[in-house]
């Protein structure tokens, strides 16, 4: 079992900046990836970014060059910097783990942080 505890959200203008962190405890060993998602009210939950363990980044094209995913292997910690927010970045933020028990893939998620952009 993987367990993710988002923080870090919270209400900020647009243009403003955020850093929503990830922390993983458990079966870190068997994680393979991990990412962000969101969800904003009434529509459905959508991958913003993700990383792998070896480094490599992928942004949805929304996000692209605004939010930046970086990993701190030594704390267990994944983070996600966001800056130039807009209100359209106004979502609950998942982070999200991929790992690999007893040679079967699954999905972890945390339970969700508030991120809230005002105009």
């Known amino acids: 079992q993987v367990q993710l505890v988002e923080s870090g959200g919270g209400l900020v203008q647009a243009g403003g900046s955020l850093r929503l962190s990830c922390a993983a405890s458990?079966?870190?060993?068997?994680?393979?990836?991990m990412g962000w998602y969101r969800q904003a009210p009434g529509k459905q939950r959508e991958w913003v970014v993700g990383i792998t363990n070896g480094g490599s980044r992928n942004y949805a094209d929304s996000v692209k060059g605004r939010f930046t995913i970086s990993r701190d292997n030594a704390k267990n910690k994944v983070y996600l910097q966001m800056n130039s927010l807009k209100p359209e970045d106004t979502a609950v933020y998942y982070c999200?783990?991929?790992?690999?028990?007893?040679?079967?893939?699954?999905?972890?998620w945390g339970q969700g942080t508030q991120v809230t952009v005002s105009s």
């Open positions: 999200a783990a991929t790992a690999t028990v007893l040679g079967t893939s699954r999905n972890y």
């Open positions: 458990g079966s870190i060993f068997s994680i393979n990836g």
